[in-house]
């Protein structure tokens, strides 16, 4: 988040409002789509980690297309071109979605 406020030309400021409206977001939004992802991670043919990167920017799309309102308030306030926005918040989708395999492949795999 610090990235888009400063390359919106914002302080970039820490704020305890903001940071748990970020965190609660994203355990609203993440803990349903891991547990998803957990229930069908067997029946996907993709390869670790790209199973999880796939649901990851997949996602993405999803509330890139129909954006929470949060998410429309804050973006009205950005100067930057909408890609670069795009690109931050894409790249940290697939790697939510690239740990979230990782995650899967390590409570799946036998110890000896």
Not at 49 to 59: C, E, F, H, K, R
Not at 76 to 93: I, Y
């Amino acid at each position: 988040m610090r990235l888009i406020a400063l390359s919106a030309g914002g302080a970039g400021a820490f704020s305890i409002g903001g940071s748990a409206e970020v965190v609660l977001f994203g355990i609203a939004l993440g803990a349903p789509v891991a547990l998803f992802f957990f229930a069908l991670r067997e029946r996907m043919p993709l390869p670790v980690p790209w199973g999880g990167i796939a649901v990851g920017l997949t996602l993405f799309v999803i509330l890139a297309l129909i954006p929470p309102p949060a998410a429309r308030s804050a973006l009205a306030g950005t100067a930057d071109p909408p890609l670069v926005t795009a690109s931050l918040f894409g790249a940290l989708f697939a790697a939510y979605g690239g740990v979230l395999d990782w995650w899967w492949r390590r409570l799946h795999t036998t110890r000896d």
